[in-house]
C-alpha cells in the first residue's frame, strides 16, 4: 500500500486540493494501484499547494502545484515510486524553504493527519500535558516565564507574568479564554495551525487551565473560518473520548473542559475586552480598565486570555524545557515566531524561524521579491495599524524591540509586502477608512476622529496650501494615540505617520513637510 498525503488545509483547498484527492483516488481505482490517501495540513507553501506527498523508502517525495489535469502525466510517470516529474520537488523535508526553519510550534503542520490523536501521540504529543499534570502549578507558570514566551497577538506582553496574576488570585471559578479571532491583514498562522493541528491547540489550554487553575476553557473562533470550527469540534470531541479532556484529565483526577464560540465577523473582537464582551453575549465593545481581564475577566472572574499561537507554544516548552525554548531568539524575544508572507510576494506562506532574522532575509530568501517582478518598495507588519517599513529599513531585525525602535510593531507576525507601484497616500486613507469601520464606537477619538481622518487626508492631498492641513492631521494623530481606549484608535496613526514620514512624495510633500510630530 503507497501512501499518498494532500492537505486538507483551506488555502490548498481554495485552490482545488479536494479535487486533486478525488481524482486521485479514482485514478489509482481504475490502474487497480493500491494508495491509501490521507488529507494532512499544509506545510505554508503556499505557492506550490496543492502540494501532493508520497511515501518512499527514502522519505516523503513533494509534487506541486499539482492540477487534476496534471495527475495522468504523474501516474504515467511513476510519481507513485518517487519518480522524477517537471512538478517534483524533491524530498518535502529537503525544500530549501522547509529545510531552514526552526520549526517548534509548527512542528507537526503538514507533517500529520490533524484529526489523528494517535499520529499526535506519535510526534511528541501529550508529553508536555504529562509533565505539566506533574508539576505545581506554580512551577508551570515559571517554566514559561523563563522561556520567555510573549504574547503572540500584538502586545507582546509576557504570557508568564499574566498566568501568574491568574494564580494569585484567589476565585472559586476561574477561565482561559483562546482568542482565535484572527483578523488582521496577512496572517493566517492561527487558521492553519488550528485546521492543521488542533491538539496542540488543546494541550496548551489545558496546560494553562492547570497552570492557573482553571477548570473551563473557551475558543472565540474568527466567524469566517468555517474549516476550523469543523477541525476544532471534531478533534475536541475526540480529545474528551481519549480522556485529554473532561472530569480527570488523563486519569489525573484534575479537570479541564473546552468548548469552541464563533465570534460575529467584528474586527474589535480581537481585542480581548471586547472578545469577552462578546463572548458573554452582548455586544463587542472595549471595557475599561483597569481590572485587568487576569483579575475580573470573563464573567467577572479572573481569566487568562492568549492568541492561539501562545498557547500552542506551551506544550513544547514543557515537553522540551524551558531553558531549550529561551535558547532561540535574540534579546528579549525569545524562541521562534511564526512568519507569514503575503501581499506582492512570489512565495507566500508560513515560515517560523527563531528571532534575529532580517527583514530582507524573509522578503528576499523565503518571499522570492515581489511577485511582479518589479522592486519592494514597502512592508506592512502588524496588521492593517502596523506601520510601514521603506526598503532602507529592511536591514530591520525580526524582534520586537527593534521594530519598536523603527516606530513599528512586530504583532502577529504578518508581513504584507508592496511593489513600487502602491499609491501611499491611498495606503494612509484606507488605515483611516478600516478605523471608521471596525470602531466600536465606545470613545470619541476613534469614532470620530477616524472619519475626520478621512476628510483631512482628502483635503490634504487636493489642496494648495498643505501646512495647514498637516498640522491638523498631525493633532488628529495625537488625539486618536493618546485618547482611544483600545489598540484600534491608538494604532491608526502608524500607518499614516509612517507613510507620509517615509513617502512624502505621494502626498505632494517635500521631504521636510513630511517630518510631522510623533506622538
Known sequence: ????????????????????????????????????LVRNGSWGLFWLEPLVEVVTPGGRRAYGPVTVADLPSLFDGHFLQGAAHPLAQGYTQEISYLKNQERLTFARVGLIDPLSLADYRAHEGLVGLQRALEMTPSAIVDAVTTAGLRGRG????????????????????????????????????????????????????VIAGLAVGATQGYIYLRFEYPDAWQVLNEAISTAYAAGVLGASVLGSGRRFDLEVRLGAGAYICGEETSLLESLEGRRGQIRFKPPLPAIAGLFGQPTAINNVISLAT?????????????????????????????????????????????????????????????????????????????AAQFDTVLDYEAFAARGAMLGHGGLVAFDD???????????????????????TPCRIGSTRGVEVIDRLLAARHKARELELLNDLCETLQHGSLCALGGLTPLPVQSAIAHFPEDFGLSPSDSLIRRA
Do not use: H
Not at 178 to 197: I, Q, V, Y
Not at 426 to 442: D, H, P, Q
Open 314 to 390: 506551551v506544550p513544547v516548552i514543557l515537553a522540551r524545557g524551558a531553558d531549550f525554548y529561551r535558547d532561540f531568539g535574540v534579546g528579549r524575544s525569545r524562541g521562534t515566531l511564526p512568519i507569514q508572507l503575503a501581499g506582492n510576494v512570489a512565495r507566500g506562506g508560513l515560515v517560523e524561524k527563531a528571532f534575529g532574522l532580517r527583514l530582507d532575509e524573509l522578503l528576499y530568501e523565503y518571499g522570492g521579491g515581489s511577485a511582479s517582478g518589479r522592486a519592494l518598495r514597502t512592508v506592512q507588519a502588524g496588521g492593517p495599524l502596523g506601520a510601514y517599513l521603506p
Open 421 to 443: 507601484t502602491v499609491n501611499m497616500a491611498s495606503m494612509a486613507r484606507y488605515a483611516f477608512e478600516f478605523c471608521a469601520l471596525e470602531s466600536c464606537g465606545k470613545c
Open 154 to 205: 500584538g502586545a507582546a506582553f509576557p504570557t508568564g507574568i499574566k498566568w501568574r496574576t491568574v494564580l494569585n488570585t484567589q476565585a472559586a471559578q476561574k477561565y482561559v479564554v483562546c482568542n482565535a479571532d484572527e483578523g488582521d491583514s496577512g496572517t493566517f498562522s492561527d487558521r492553519m495551525l488550528m485546521e492543521d493541528d488542533p491538539y496542540t491547540l488543546i494541550e496548551g489550554m
Open 1 to 36: 500500500m503507497i501512501t499518498v498525503y494532500v492537505p486538507r488545509d483551506s488555502a490548498a483547498r481554495s485552490v482545488g486540493a479536494d479535487e486533486v484527492a478525488l481524482a486521485i483516488t479514482q485514478e489509482a481505482a481504475r490502474r487497480n494501484l493500491p494508495v491509501q
